[in-house]
């Protein structure tokens, strides 16, 4: 139980260009999911958390006009890397939390995307 | 906020040794510690976790200490194996918002 599935696995844009991810709790309904980005042999540096039915909330330092949250449903929450740069070419994950008193208490990963933007 | 530190960034044993990473975290209100283990290219996986009501508690060849007063809380790997190579992470939350060290990469040698 408790899966988060993460889509796409890897993307290659052209700078200007816009990304969407995808971020979907398979098993278990997540009201919140966290977004991540990661650089080569870094940390886990978290972006924003996602809020079902409302606006995310943003990290300091996050464009959020840039970095576009969607968390529509229960199960979906999406992260769109509008005009996208090679600056912006990292790793990210997403994650969400089980409902506490499931047997997956805490947080479960999806398996990332990795942007390259050319 | 949350401040977590990782320590070392870097550990390599020899296969059959065991492995020892450590955290120190510093809002006081933290009570959820987990661990986890990220191979290349993909997710981070959850290997073991803690709360702040317990003290130990061990899984097979992994086992997690966490010493609330000091604020600080270890993972330690028994008879290490090849594939136990990979960059593990440590994490503290206090609720809905969990913040991670800096990550320590384990290369286990044949």
């Not at chain 1, 993460?6 to 309904?29: A, M």
């Not at chain 1, 958390?49 to 996050?62: C, I, L, M, P, R």
């Not at chain 1, 929450?77 to 070419?89: G, I, K, N």
Request: with cysteine.
């Amino acid at each position: 139980g408790a899966v988060v599935s993460q889509h796409p696995s890897w993307v290659i844009c052209k700078s200007g260009t816009s990304v969407k991810i995808e971020c979907r709790s398979l098993d278990f309904q997540a009201t919140t999911m966290f977004w991540y980005r990661q650089f080569p042999k870094q940390s886990l540096m978290l972006m924003a958390t996602s809020n079902e039915g409302s606006k995310a909330t943003y990290e300091q330092g996050v464009e959020k006009d840039k970095f576009l949250i969607n968390h529509a449903s229960l199960t979906l929450s999406t992260l769109t890397v509008t005009s996208a740069h090679p600056e912006d070419s990292s790793f990210y994950i997403c994650s969400a939390n089980p409902p506490s008193g499931t047997v997956n208490y805490g947080y479960t990963f999806g398996s990332g995307t990795r942007l390259t933007v050319v | 906020g949350e401040n977590v530190e990782q320590h070392p960034s870097t550990l390599s044993v020899q296969e059959g040794d065991s492995a020892v990473i450590k955290c120190t975290y510093s809002d006081s209100a933290s009570n959820y510690f987990p661990w986890y283990k990220q191979e290349l290219g993909k997710g981070p996986q959850l290997i073991i976790d803690i709360r702040s009501n317990v003290g130990e508690k061990k899984d097979q060849r992994i086992a997690v200490t966490l010493n609330k007063t000091a604020k600080h809380f270890s993972l330690h790997i028994t008879e290490t194996q090849p594939e136990d190579s990979a960059v593990y992470f440590c994490a503290a939350s206090s609720g809905n918002d969990m913040r991670f060290g800096a990550g320590t990469r384990l290369t286990v040698k044949p």
